[in-house]
């Protein structure tokens, strides 16, 4: 088994809006089928303020946003309008082509909030990358949970610890949420390959290799890894099996060929995606790099 440890990086998107982007990273472009993998907040908006992530495009790919605290509403060119909340999942899968926008809706923006969450993209099989696009929505009660002695696990996405989610997906992967007292151990779920942890709260070891708040390890090879809480720990687990071959990454498109990228960013370009119901007054430019 070889276990590497990844250092993120911080980045300010604006009004202290702060994302530790953790993958891709140098050292692992993809673990299983996750390509890119954010950190958002923690952060305090105060009245009348919050997050604005204009409408912009993505393909390729599928995204999931896991809050601990606050509220996004969530619009896309589908006509969904829906606000997830800590617990709940929602799961965008791109596919040839979709636009959206995620903002603080309005009576959080009233009072000020705050804001803390994971975001991830799963890079879709190159058999399904051209696929319409969806949106689904669930609810934290459709979720299974796993509670052994001294932990607690959600499984967010895919298979893993014996259960599976509802949240439909196209290759073998698991996303879950981990919580953990000090001292509890859990063994990586040993159907997949490819295996990370990211230790949002707390500290743990995984394998060997120590972690502290903020820390990411990735494994692949042999033995499924076991992690171990040395104090009362909130940890991100996931991974599956590997990609079906490399992914070209630019702005918010994901592709096995660069061909495809190309013609996303003409798309955007001369407005050829569709509009996004509720939010058509905006939108983000195709970046000039």
Request: glycine share 10%; net charge negative.
């Amino acid at each position: 088994m070889t276990i590497t440890p990844i250092d993120g990086k911080q980045r300010d998107l604006g009004d202290g809006f702060v994302v530790r982007r953790m993958l891709p990273h140098l050292k692992a472009r993809h673990v299983g089928p996750f390509v890119f993998f954010d950190q958002m907040g923690p952060v305090s908006f105060g009245e009348d303020k919050g997050m604005d992530v204009r409408p912009h495009p993505h393909i390729g790919l599928a995204t999931a946003t896991w809050l601990f605290q606050g509220a996004i509403r969530h619009r896309d060119s589908l006509g969904t309008a829906v606000d997830i909340h800590p617990g709940d999942v929602n799961w965008m899968t791109a596919g040839r082509g979709i636009a959206h926008s995620e903002r603080t809706p309005p009576d959080e923006r009233h009072s000020g909030q705050d804001l803390h969450g994971i975001q991830v993209w799963v890079a879709l099989p190159k058999t399904h990358e051209r696929i319409d696009p969806e949106f689904h929505h669930h609810p934290a009660s459709t979720l299974p949970v796993v509670e052994r002695e001294g932990t607690r696990l959600v499984v967010i996405a895919g298979e893993a610890f014996g259960v599976s989610s509802p949240v439909r997906v196209f290759a073998p992967m698991f996303f879950v949420e981990a919580r953990l007292e000090a001292g509890a151990r859990v063994t990586m779920p040993e159907q997949h390959a490819e295996w990370g942890a990211y230790v949002v709260e707390g500290a743990a070891r995984f394998g060997d290799l120590p972690l502290g708040a903020l820390d990411m390890a990735v494994a692949h090879e042999g033995e499924a890894p076991v992690l171990e809480a040395t104090q009362p720990s909130l940890i991100m687990l996931f991974g599956g099996a590997p990609l079906d071959g490399e992914r070209h990454l630019w702005w918010n498109f994901v592709a096995s060929s660069k061909e495809l990228i190309e013609a996303a960013k003409v798309e955007w370009a001369e407005g050829r995606f569709p509009l996004v119901p509720g939010d058509e007054s905006e939108r983000i430019p195709l970046p000039s790099y």
